[in-house]
């Protein structure tokens, strides 16, 4: 990287891949920038030695992956709330093209070691739920995306309940924070016309591939 690529916005969002790319790269951050901070922040001065323990580190690793689709919800939801006024009366395609994004993204991964054979299948069945009732109302805030699936994000954190204190609105709103950071990040980046028509199908590439397989 020469120096003046670090003064280079970054590029549009403006294509099918791009769009998977991002909501695929915000929901590990989400993910990443929780749970590693919390951690850190409730084992205080022994974090170093409780990040170097086999347990704790498989620990971390259960919680990313199941975590991850709640986050790649809330990232798919937020998405929408971008593009919807981009895209009047064409709700239900939007959501169309969502779904269709949410399932390449998560066939990018294998099925994590210790998870059920459809834990991928669930996970898309889970979030494209969420995306179809969501595109029957007005867009969320951006702000409230994550309230309703937070008591299953916070119970799987890798920190044991009984030390968990009070911190459930700290994390909530750690969360939230982060989730209108990428909601900002997008409106930036996002091309609206270019991927409202590829998601609506306007350009024949957003019909949803069809579950065959568990994975």
């Not at 003046?4 to 909501?23: E, M, S």
């Not at 580190?57 to 809330?74: D, F, K, M, Q």
């Amino acid at each position: 990287m020469g120096i003046f690529d670090l003064f280079r916005r970054p590029p549009p969002v403006a294509t099918l891949p791009a769009l998977d790319d991002f909501l695929d790269s915000q929901s590990a951050f989400l993910v990443q920038k929780c749970i590693f901070e919390y951690a850190r922040a409730r084992s205080g001065i022994l974090s170093d030695k409780l990040f170097k323990e086999p347990a704790f580190v498989a620990a971390i690793e259960e919680s990313r992956w199941r975590n991850y689709p709640i986050c790649l919800g809330h990232v798919a939801l937020m998405a929408d709330a971008a593009l919807r006024p981009h895209a009047p009366d064409r709700g239900p395609a939007l959501a169309d093209g969502l779904v269709a994004a949410v399932a390449r993204i998560t066939r990018r991964y294998d099925i994590p070691a210790g998870m059920a054979p459809d834990f991928g299948l669930s996970a898309r069945k889970e979030i494209e739920r969420r995306i179809r009732r969501a595109s029957l109302a007005a867009p969320h805030a951006v702000k409230d995306i994550p309230k309703d699936e937070f008591k299953a994000f916070f119970d799987r954190l890798p920190i044991h309940e009984s030390l968990r204190g009070h911190d459930y609105m700290l994390v909530r709103n750690n969360l939230r924070i982060n989730l209108c950071r990428a909601y900002e990040t997008f409106l930036a980046r996002m091309d609206a016309p270019a991927l409202v028509a590829l998601l609506t199908g306007a350009s024949g590439t957003a019909a949803a591939p069809t579950d065959h397989a568990a994975g």
